[in-house]
């Protein structure tokens, strides 16, 4: 079978016996891979530094005739992001975002979740200090929702009664979205006001303004999303970004 190129990037690598690499893709045209990549650790080895953590390129895949490990023949970077690691919330964010892409984006073409995390990577690493978080929770939630988790924000989530746009809504993260007030009686949720539903709205449409949030704020909208990914994609498992990212454990050292 011929080798098939796609365009990718690395989500993550482990070690492979003396000298070789297994490595983690998000590629669009196969979706989510895993590739060995002999001879990596070698001292001349044709990949050289090209697998790094998020580094953005051309994979040249053999598709494995039985199994799911491929083999990686060849990985032409186009774009190594360094900036990502010039802050830690940058890092944190991208972190995740490639977290979730690990866990969650399908063993199959998804172009639009590999577009989203691709994008979102440049918009994070070129952004300026003051937008790292906010554009942070927007690429997530929108690749939260591009996988097939978009929480329900206008109508009740459980008998789909309209909540109006000017009224407190509980947002529970194990239903999906908001409960009408007859539903949310007894549930534990988030309440959100007005200006809370607005701005996830808008931090699920990239058309819209970003919303400007204080530090609070910020930290509430951080723990929400935290509560749904919990809820809905982690599937009772860890999830060290998840943990590193909602925490800020950087900033308190």
């Known amino acids: 079978m011929p080798p098939i190129t796609t365009p990718a990037i690395i989500l993550a690598t482990i070690r492979y016996g003396e000298t070789s690499k297994i490595a983690r893709l998000a590629t669009r045209e196969l979706g989510v891979q895993s590739a060995i990549a002999k001879g990596a650790l070698r001292p001349k080895s044709r990949y050289g530094t090209a697998l790094h953590l998020l580094s953005e390129g051309q994979a040249t895949l053999y598709l494995a005739r039985s199994g799911d490990l491929h083999t990686l023949a060849q990985f032409d970077v186009r774009q190594v992001r360094t900036g990502l690691a010039e802050r830690m919330d940058r890092f944190s964010a ?3 975002l490639s977290e979730l892409m690990l866990r969650l984006a399908p063993a199959n073409p998804h172009p639009a979740s590999y577009d989203l995390f691709r994008d979102a990577l440049e918009i994070l690493e070129a ?9 942070g929770l927007r690429a997530l939630w929108r690749l939260v929702a591009v996988l097939g988790f978009a929480p329900a924000l206008t109508a009740c989530v459980r008998d789909g ?5 000017g009224a407190t809504a509980c947002f529970s993260p194990a239903d999906g979205g908001v409960l009408c007030v007859s539903c949310a009686r007894g549930t534990v949720g988030a309440v959100l006001g007005q200006d809370d ?3 996830l709205a808008a931090f699920l449409d990239s058309a819209s303004e970003l919303p400007a949030l204080d530090d609070r704020h910020l930290a509430s909208h951080r723990r929400l999303l935290e509560r749904y990914i919990r809820h809905h994609l982690a599937e009772g498992a860890a999830l060290p970004a998840l943990e590193f990212w909602v925490t800020r454990s950087w900033a308190a050292a």
Do not use: K
Not at 127 to 135: F, M, N, S
Not at 161 to 165: F, G, L
């Open 161 to 165: 009664v309209a909540v109006p746009d």
């Open 197 to 199: 539903r607005r701005d």
């Open 127 to 135: 952004a300026p200090a003051a937008a790292v978080e906010p554009l």
């Open 94 to 96: 991208a972190s995740l």
